[in-house]
Structures are given as C-alpha cells and as structure tokens.
C-alpha cells in the first residue's frame, strides 16, 4: 500500500487488515444471496421481490402499507427499474449488479480540458446542475472494488471488469426525502429510496455522458461494481456512522450515493471528520430503534455476523441478514435507522447547524439529550403524510 | 360548445373562430417540416440535428459553442434522447411525437380513491414531490389534440389516439436553470432545454405509474398529442405570452409542461391571469431581442405566417420558420425570449415579487422601466458561466 493511501486511509477512519483483507463478492450480498442461498431465500423473500414488481398484489393493510403506499414506492422506482431492466436479456442488472449502460455514441476525440484543477472544477459545477446533490472526488481503490458481481442468470459469480486506467471515482449524493423517510418503516418510506435511486439514475447517465462527450471515459454505476460507502468518505463527502451508513454534513444519512469511474485527470478530495465517530459512540439511537436489531452497541470491531460482511475491516457492522429478514417481513426497505439518526435534520436551517456545530465538540452529551427531548426523530404517521397534515409538502421555486 | 367550455375561455383569454379553427396537425409543426418539407429542410437544418445526434463532428468555434457547451447540452438531453429513441424500431419517438410508452405491467384492479377533492390532492402533492415544479388540472380538449401525428417512417401522418373516456389532464410544469439560459443564444443555454426534458420524462412516468398501479389509466405526453400552452393556462398554471409561452408567477416563461391523459375524477383548476396580457401589450423585450425578427410587435390577431400556425385563433403568433431557421444557423434552439422576458426572474426573491406586484397593476410602465434599466436580462457570458464568476452555482440542500 502507497503512503499516501495510509495517510487518506488514516483520515479517513478506515482500519485494515491487510492479511485478513479479501475483498468482498457481490455474490455474497444479502440481497443477492436472497435468490441464490436457500439459508436467505424463503416464502417472504420472494413475495418482498414480488410487491415490487408485480402489480400490487401482494400487499398488508397496514398503515402506511396501504395500495397508495405501494402505489407511490412503485412509481418512485419506476425509472431506475426501466434502466435495471433495459438489458436483462444479456444478462444484465444495470445500476444494481451492473454498470449503468452507455446508451449514445460518444467522442472518440479528447477534447482540450484544461488543467486538472479546470477540468476538476467543471465536472463539480456540471454535476451540481445535472441534480447532483452532493460530489468529491476520490481515488480508485482495488479494495472497494466487488471481486466478482453476481449473475441472475447463472446466480452465480460473473467478471467485475470496467477497463485500464480509471483511476478517478467521481461520488455524487442524491439526497432522499426526508417526509417521506419520516414515516418509516412503511412501503411509503420506501419511495424515498426508489426516487432516490431514479434520480441517481438520470444524474449520472448525464454526467457520464458529459465526460464522454469529452472524449475522455466514464463508467456510472450505483450498487454494481464497487462499495460506495469507502467511496462516498475517501471523497470527503462524509463519516461513516455506526448504523453502516456514511453521515453527511448536508443530509445526514439520508442521502444515495452513485459513482463514476473515469480517467479525467481529476484532483482528489480529502476525507474528512467531524465528530461523527466521537457522536456515534455515545449515541444508540439506531442501535435501540432497529426493528431487526441488526445495528450492534458495541466497539467497532472486525467481526463478522456471516459472509455478506467484508473480511478484515475493523467498523461497526451490520448483521445484514437480520436486517434484509425484517424487510422481507414488512415487504418494504426499512430506513429506521436513518430516520432516528440526530443527524437527519434539516441542515439548512440555522437552529440544525447550531445543533450539528454542538455535536462536533465536548457539548455533544447536551446535543444528543436534547435532540433526544425534542422529538424530531418520532416516527410521523403516513396516513398524516397524505393528509398533508405532518409533513408539509409544498411546491416551491427550486430553481428559479 | 358547451357554456362550461365558454366560461373558461373567456378566463384563459381564448380567442377562437369556431367556423375558421382547425385542429393542428403535428405533420405541419416545424420541426417535423424540417423532415419532409423540402422549403424547410436543407443542409443547414440536417447538421443542426446531427450536433445533436452524432458524437460532436459539426461545432462552431464561437463562445458558447465550444465543445465543452456542446457536451454539456447533450449530456442534458442524454435521458430524454434515451426515451425518444427507445421505440424507434416501431415508428414511435416518445415523448415527442408519441407518448411516453408504459414501461411495466400496472394494477388492472380499481382502487379506492376517495373523493374527487382527496384524488385531487393527492394527486398534486405526489406529483410535486416526484418532482413537478408545478401541477394544476385542466379538462381534455379535442381542440388542442393534434389532428394527426408525424410519422418519422412514413414522413407523413398517423393516427393521434389516446383512447376515449380521459376527460383529465394534469399539467406539470419544469423549472429550467435560470443560470444557463441567462447565457442564450448559446449551446449552453441548450442545457436547461434538454434537462428539462429529461427531467420531465422521469416526473411524467412516474406521476403516470403511480395513477396505472392504482387501476386508472394515464397517457404521460411531452411534445406528442396535444399542444401543451393552452392545457397549461387552462390548468391554471400561467398565461400566455407575446413570445408565444406561458409566463407562470412562479418562473415566468422558463418552465417546460408535460401532461398526463387520464380518467381519475379530478377536480379541474381555473385560468387565471395576473396582468401579463396588459404587460405583454406594453412590452416588445422578445420582439426587439428576437435574433431571427420571429415574433411580432403588433396586437394579437388571427393571422398564420405559414402552415406552422394554427387556423382560427386570435393570438400572438409566432413565425415558427423563421424562429427555427435561426435554430439551424446557430446549430442549437435559441431561447432568447425567455431570457429577455422581463418574468423571467427570481419570483422567490421578495424583491423580483414586489416587482410582479407592480407589474399587476396601473404601474406596469414603471415595472417595465424598472425592468429596462436593472440589466436582468443581459446575456451572460456563456465563458463567465463556467468560470462561475457569472452566475453563481452552488450545490444547496434541495431537498433536506
């Protein structure tokens, strides 16, 4: 390992093992094991997979798990389901255990793009005005990268291959709705995701399209290819916080990462710390809210709950069996966690930033009780979500 | 006609001859003429499409036009290309001159939906939190469904149905980034062109899926069908303009409008206007600014320019011909009226609302001195937006 991957790994909390290190198969990913590990797959499973995709109906009559709240999760993930869907006949899982196709001719000539701080500049301003929410840039890293992605097909291992020389990992944030993760866990919850994951779609198929009209390459990718976690904190867009999730200063944890892999010469971010793993330390908030109790109390730790957890990283670790179990119970993602997390609050608002600023130095024991008092991260009932009487929803000038 | 149908074209300020009207074919549109019509089409109009089309052979070396503006504007079109040409092999071009197509089975099975006022609602909040800027509900109109569509196969016409019994549309408006068109003419400013389209495309099928997974039918259209301006100021969302666009209080002109064909009971919303005819009478900023000489500075009248006008209906009209012939000089669309247009502004902004206030009234000749003299509306160096000391562009917590 180079020095300076030491120094950023050092920044960035990452602790390795480079002897117990191996990295991870995407085969081995709960939700992939889910089709292929008859020890995940059951009944449930499969009647979770199928209120996604089939007409509605599979659904409880539950609050917040009424036909509108499928209705709703539904469409939010119909264009990220479209481009997942686009090339299942070859075998293809676009965003999801594949990259995300190039869909156009690009240039094959490069075109002139300035210094590395120009060119570095200009993907970051493109990036923001295609809808990227968040975007740093970090290096390649062997490590993040899946040992081998996983086919449908043949559910089974497949080449994890995206060419020579992308040596840059563009990470860009889409921040999720916060009235509707509020509402957790409900199938109504889980549009949040599927929004997140189609506006993910549209932001990086024009980024990458961007570049490639440079002439220069870009392979999009949302869950396929790499860990986008690693990725997300070696781009200094946040820390990773103890319910596995990486916390932002923006949006907390209630943000979706994609990735582009390039060879613009880009600069890179440096990861960067503040207090989140002083805070969640303290903090049980996802730990004691988990549904599934999949989200540990303890010390960070290399231990392994089973084979969907990499090998050889000292972090707090999620026992993604239990928690993916609890999904396929309510037939919805669950979000529990980012809703209880102190951080998912409206950043933008002033008193949020006094709050954020106290949680980063010795007054976050007063932090937490008080966000502890003030009720925040209370669960909002879904029916009041469509009476408009919680959350209000209101449409206003985004850009005007 | 119905008296019902009489009242709200009084309100939306409709002029129309019932002996003289004829539907409009969307064969005769120009941008379809540019096709098969030989007065239209030439070499200048074939390698404006290319620019568009092809990896960026033909560019022009002007400000605004580099290479980098070019790979951004497509890049922008990128997802609304990738709708467009999905179906090409069955003579279909989606979202522009046939709807979008339902991509996933739906629920076939009725659901309840509560009073017309509760769909209504829901309706509008879904559709803003999927990501319409602006959402109102105007009644289906045969008048304004094209007689025909354009067969891009055949160069000729084709039947235009949506079926019978979609007495709704829901009209969604898309906010384009101000900061780009502020640039225009530039390829730049073909930018917020083309991300309003793909960002359109994501909200209309989403909006539409959500309606078919509740057993209602919905027809997600761009371009394709109907003409979109007058279902847009029949849903309440604006009013007509010199330059031929809808000025909306919330955007003025830089907004996109889809719509979505449906049979959900919805309760309709009425025209309104808040003084932009009597601004417009006043005000010849799009006419004196139009590079191409396409927009007149008279009082609405009856008259076509050519056969990309529709028959019997007294309003401003623009010359379409010569509005795209500029298109083609500069090898991109042009938007220049919209920059101009002194609704073009920042209605967020308290100041730019006082303004709309006076705008309203007996001062409108002071709101429009005003206007001439704050230098608004100058172009903004296509250079100056990406060094970013022009406008600037920040990534903000949209959606926190």
Not at 130 to 147: F, K, M, T
Not at 163 to 174: N, P, S
Not at 339 to 358: F, M
């Amino acid at each position: 390992m180079t020095e300076q991957l030491q120094t950023r790994d050092a920044k960035a909390g990452f602790v390795v093992d480079a002897d117990a290190f191996e990295r991870f198969s995407q085969v081995d990913d709960v939700f992939n094991r889910s089709w292929w590990d008859p020890t995940v797959r059951d009944e449930k499973t499969e009647k979770f997979y199928e209120t996604y995709r089939k007409p509605l109906r599979e659904w409880r009559k539950a609050r917040g798990f009424r036909r509108h709240d499928y209705a709703l999760r539904n469409a939010a993930w119909h264009v990220a389901d479209h481009f997942a869907e686009l090339f299942e006949d070859i075998d293809r899982r676009d965003g999801f255990l594949d990259p995300l196709s190039a869909l156009r001719e690009a240039s094959t000539e490069k075109e002139d793009i300035g210094s590395p701080e120009q060119v570095t500049a200009d993907i970051k301003k493109v990036s923001a005005i295609l809808g990227a929410d968040l975007v740093g840039i970090a290096p390649y890293d062997e490590r993040w990268q899946y040992s081998s992605r996983y086919s449908r097909l043949s559910e089974s291992a497949k080449p994890n291959e995206i060419g020579e020389g992308l040596d840059r990992v563009i990470v860009v944030g889409q921040a999720m709705d916060a009235s509707w993760i509020q509402t957790a866990p409900s199938a109504l919850a889980g549009a949040a995701t599927g929004l997140g994951y189609s506006q993910d779609a549209l932001v990086l198929l024009s980024i990458a399209q961007f570049i490639r009209n440079l002439g220069y390459r870009a392979v999009p990718s949302m869950n396929d290819t790499g860990l986008a976690i690693p990725y997300a904190i070696q781009a200094g867009l946040g820390e990773y916080g103890r319910h596995g999730l990486v916390i932002t200063p923006e949006y907390g944890p209630n943000v979706r990462f994609g990735k582009i892999y390039t060879d613009l010469p880009l600069l890179l971010d440096e990861p960067r710390s503040f207090g989140v793993a002083e805070m969640c330390d303290l903090c049980r908030a996802c730990t004691d809210a988990c549904p599934a109790s999949a989200i540990p109390g303890g010390s960070p730790s290399d231990e392994r709950y089973n084979q969907s957890n990499i090998k050889g990283v000292t972090k707090w670790t999620v026992d993604g069996e239990k928690c993916f179990s609890y999904w396929a119970k309510i037939n919805s993602d669950c979000s529990v966690c980012i809703r209880v997390c102190p951080y998912t609050r409206d950043h933008s608002k002033l008193s949020n930033r006094v709050w954020a600023r106290l949680a980063q130095g010795r007054l976050r024991t007063l932090a937490l009780w008080l966000h502890q008092r003030s009720g925040t991260a209370d669960r909002v009932s879904p029916a009041e979500w469509w009476s408009g009487n919680g959350t209000k929803v209101e449409i206003t000038p985004r850009r005007p």
